[in-house]
């Protein structure tokens, strides 16, 4: 492991595992930052590609930390908060995210000037087609379906204003550090996918809320290494949103909105197998089940911490089917 240069205010955490040619983009764009107090830690998930020979030469002083194996993102993540010490902001990156020049000093400025929000949405764009947008935060419905916000969707017909958001997509984003140690990072049974909602999740029921700031922009490939619509991918999302829904749901909304959860868990099963991944979404299931005791004793610590009322986090759900029926139109 190589030792970041100096304390600073925000440290950028980049998760790798083979992101191939994007870590060097991803770290060339961090160096152009118009916004000069940080560090950047680079998780390395075990990859066995050539991906960190991007850490040599230009990004020599970033530090590097080994991870011995493939962590995931969750855990990567909560490795590369551990190395950043003394920042109070930590900005997380995917490494096919690309930061557009002013992209730390839009999330700095917007810190300074909301002292009461604990975290930062960004404007993403599709990486190979710039025109069109890759989100502008997560919505989530009541039935435990997440997305982003205004995927695939003219980049001129986007949210352009800043305003609340229920959580930001953590492939670009900036946390409290104070906030994340509070909820205690990412949950890391999760490995990857549907875990930055459950964050945020955990995070609201703490009382924090969410910005998205349109001026902090990333150019993002999206899914550029495990796929979108791969197996790896659809399992963990599966299996995860039910993990989110059963410990975060405060109790009231937990069994008005069950029978939302159990439709939209079919309909992710029927969506399944219609793409031949029947397998998948049924095996994402049955262990999304035995992991329900644990799930089951984290809910019991969320809602004891709760500091909101049930009908504040409602309203920054979404709720209908309209939403749901939308959700994929760009």
């Given at each position: 492991m190589t030792l970041g240069p100096r304390p600073a205010s925000v440290a950028v955490v980049v998760v790798n595992f083979n992101a191939g040619k994007y870590l060097g983009r991803c770290l060339d764009a961090l160096e152009r930052q118009t916004f000069r107090d940080f560090r950047v830690v680079v998780v390395d998930n075990a990859s066995s590609d050539d991906s960190l020979d991007a850490m040599g030469g230009r990004h020599a002083d970033f530090a590097l930390v080994y991870a011995g194996k493939n962590l995931g993102f969750a855990a990567g993540n909560n490795l590369g908060l551990k190395h950043a010490a003394g920042c109070e902001w930590i900005a997380l990156l995917n490494p096919d995210a690309f930061a557009a020049p002013e992209w730390l000093d839009e999330l700095v400025k917007a810190a300074r000037l909301y002292p009461d929000i604990r975290f930062f949405g960004c404007r993403m764009r599709l990486a190979d087609a710039p025109q069109l947008l890759d989100g502008t935060g997560d919505v989530h419905h009541v039935s435990g379906v997440s997305w982003r916000r205004d995927h695939g969707v003219a980049v001129e017909r986007g949210v352009t204003?800043?305003?609340?958001i229920f959580g930001p997509c953590a492939a670009a984003a900036m946390y409290s550090r104070a906030a994340l140690e509070e909820v205690g990072g990412f949950d890391e049974s999760y490995f990857c996918y549907h875990e930055d909602v459950d964050l945020a999740f955990r995070l609201r029921l703490r009382g924090h809320r969410c910005r998205y700031l349109p001026e902090a922009i990333v150019d993002h490939v999206g899914s550029g290494i495990a796929g979108r619509r791969s197996d790896f991918a659809t399992y963990h999302g599966q299996r995860n949103l039910v993990w989110t829904y059963v410990k975060n749901m405060p109790g009231a909304l937990f069994w008005l909105y069950l029978p939302w959860h159990l439709?939209?868990?079919?309909?992710?099963?029927?969506?399944?197998?219609?793409?031949?991944?029947?397998t998948v979404a049924l095996r994402a299931k049955l262990d999304a089940l035995r992991g329900l005791p644990r799930a089951l004793t984290q809910r019991r610590d969320l809602q004891a911490a709760r500091r909101v009322p049930a009908g504040q986090l409602l309203a920054v759900m979404a709720r209908g089917l309209r939403p749901l029926l939308a959700r994929g139109r760009g």
């Open positions: 204003e800043p305003g609340e439709l939209a868990n079919l309909a992710g099963i029927a969506v399944c197998a219609a793409r031949g991944q029947l």
